[in-house]
């Protein structure tokens, strides 16, 4: 019954469906960075969900790199490792992500596991659940500070760690290998975070992240497709924030297009400019240029981000998802 249901989705009702999905997003209450950005989250998506794991059918990397208002000092910094695989089966998957931030004095270093199960693995649907466990480190290094006065007791400690362990799920679907949509919460744990040992005061908390995205294949003629995504980002006491994505992808090889990320001050936080090369079919690279929107623009030379995508094996002819954007 629900391969017969599925079925009835041609590539014409796909194309309507997600721009259903699109114009239903976009409306959105729109600013504030949440989290660690990365404009090709498209590529990337083990680092928000979980349940991505293993989902490609054989062992995949992906490197990022990313430089975030590269003019300003003590600018944000960001480079990711990650890599998943299936094990024993096809519908088992198994990942890890190793990640390190830096802005200003501050430093995160991030170590997660991810394991995800295929509970619906249909001909033309596939739905996965996903569950991970991380560890987080955040550090304070005043060595690297530079007081305005000759002496500050402040910074008499060099350098001020604390680690934080958490566990996240995620939701993963595809349809047709032509849509796929995702929902998950990688730090479900609100834990406090403070340099202060006193009990009695109040620290500041970790707040729970919730992450939406969704994307599409829709053909539009002989060896050119329109690689629509969408990434909605929610933190409570904060606003909505949405990442979207227009990308061509000509002959499976080159993929161009546009982003833009809501935020700023009303105009949006940035326009951004991506290009993706498949090298060949077991490797891609990846790069955006973001070009930014708020009052920060005077002082910022926009943000640059450079990615690559590696199956570690070659791929079996006939394998699902045979495309790093899905």
């Not at 649907?125 to 305005?148: D, K, M, Q």
């Amino acid at each position: 019954m629900l391969k017969s249901s599925v079925k009835l989705l041609t590539n014409r009702h796909m194309s309507k469906l997600y721009l259903i999905l699109l114009a239903a997003v976009l409306p959105l209450a729109l600013h504030a960075q949440q989290q660690h950005q990365y404009t090709q989250f498209m590529y990337n998506k083990l680092n928000y969900n979980p349940a991505y794991a293993g989902i490609r059918g054989v062992p995949t990397m992906t490197a990022v790199y990313r430089n975030q208002w590269f003019k300003l000092d003590g600018a944000p910094r960001s480079a990711l490792l990650s890599m998943h695989a299936p094990v024993f089966t096809q519908r088992v998957g198994v990942g890890g992500v190793l990640s390190h931030h830096s802005i200003g004095l501050h430093r995160d270093v991030q170590l997660a596991a991810a394991y995800s199960y295929h509970i619906i693995d249909a001909q033309d649907f596939t739905l996965r659940v996903g569950v991970s466990g991380s560890l987080r480190v955040l550090s304070l290094n005043f060595s690297e500070a530079n007081p305005i006065t000759s002496y500050d007791p402040s910074l008499d400690d060099k350098r001020v760690n604390d680690a934080y362990a958490n566990f996240g799920a995620g939701l993963y679907g595809t349809f047709q290998e032509r849509l796929y949509i995702g929902f998950s919460v990688p730090r479900i744990v609100r834990n406090n975070i403070g340099l202060n040992p006193d009990p009695a005061v109040t620290s500041a908390r970790e707040a729970r992240h919730f992450y939406g995205t969704t994307g599409g294949i829709i053909p539009l003629g002989k060896d050119l497709n329109l690689l629509p995504a969408i990434m909605v980002k929610y933190v409570k006491h904060a606003p909505i924030d949405v990442d979207v994505t227009l990308n061509v992808e000509i002959k499976e090889l080159i993929t161009t297009g546009v982003a833009y990320r809501a935020g700023g001050d009303g105009q949006g936080e940035s326009l951004d400019l991506l290009a993706y090369w498949q090298v060949n079919p077991r490797i891609g690279v990846g790069a955006a240029y973001d070009l930014t929107l708020s009052n920060l623009r005077s002082f910022t030379g926009g943000s640059f981000e450079i990615l690559l995508t590696a199956d570690l094996v070659k791929r079996k002819r006939g394998m699902s998802n045979p495309r790093f954007f899905m």
